[in-house]
């Protein structure tokens, strides 16, 4: 139930944040505490060569990856980074998608989102080519040598790119939490029940 609360509580959080006219990111380096969960919009152009694959990224039962992009911001040397969306997986692990960045500047809008740096990894050294498990902002930027900002953008315009935006909702999964619970509930219950009633019938017995 506390899981389910911190989930609702996070989406009514996020709806409030997202009602606003959108936050415009400039190239000065921000607080991520001021704009996570914001609605906001950055405009500059993509550096494709350090477009990276987020592996094991399933979309309606199908695997793939999220292709994150950093874009310079206009204005500056800052760059942010970008989850432009999911693409499907090839047929074999060698054959990898090929997406690429837009050219010229373009305006993205999105969620701004701090990533997790709660993850389990295999390998704890620095990635090599375009395939990650997880994303860390340190290391992505010790990897690329770029001035990031401290947070990413969940892209949800569209830009014509064959990548799918359906971004999960922090409250998805509130009700199979509630069921869980309702499971422990009635066992709980029922272990109560039975347990007086064994008790009751031994007594019982026993005076008889």
């Given at each position: ?32 505490a ?25 979309h ?21 980074l ?13 054959e ?9 500047e373009?305006?993205?809008?999105g ?10 990894e295999?390998?704890?050294e ?33 830009l ?30 029922l ?18």
């Amino acid at each position: 139930m506390r899981r389910a609360d911190e989930k609702q509580t996070l989406q009514t959080h996020q709806d409030q944040l997202a009602s606003p006219p959108p936050l415009s990111l400039s190239a000065s380096v921000v607080d991520p505490a001021d704009i996570a969960l914001h609605t906001v919009t950055a405009r500059g152009e993509y550096v494709d060569r350090y477009t990276i694959l987020l592996d094991n990224k399933v979309h309606r039962g199908r695997v793939g990856y999220y292709v994150i992009s950093p874009l310079r911001i206009s204005g500056g040397s800052v760059h942010v980074l970008v989850n432009r969306g999911w693409i499907a997986a090839g047929r074999t692990r060698d054959e990898l998608p090929v997406v690429a960045a837009p050219a010229g500047e373009r305006t993205i809008e999105g969620i701004a989102i701090v990533p997790s740096k709660r993850f389990y990894e295999l390998e704890p050294e620095a990635p090599e080519g375009r395939v990650w498990q997880n994303l860390a902002l340190e290391r992505y930027r010790a990897w690329s040598k770029l001035a990031l900002q401290p947070v990413v953008i969940q892209q949800t315009n569209d830009l014509d790119d064959g990548l799918v935006r359906e971004w999960d909702r922090p409250d998805m999964g509130v009700d199979r939490h509630r069921s869980y619970a309702l499971q422990w509930f009635s066992l709980a219950t029922l272990s109560v029940v039975l347990y007086v009633a064994l008790n009751f019938k031994r007594h019982a017995g026993g005076r008889g």
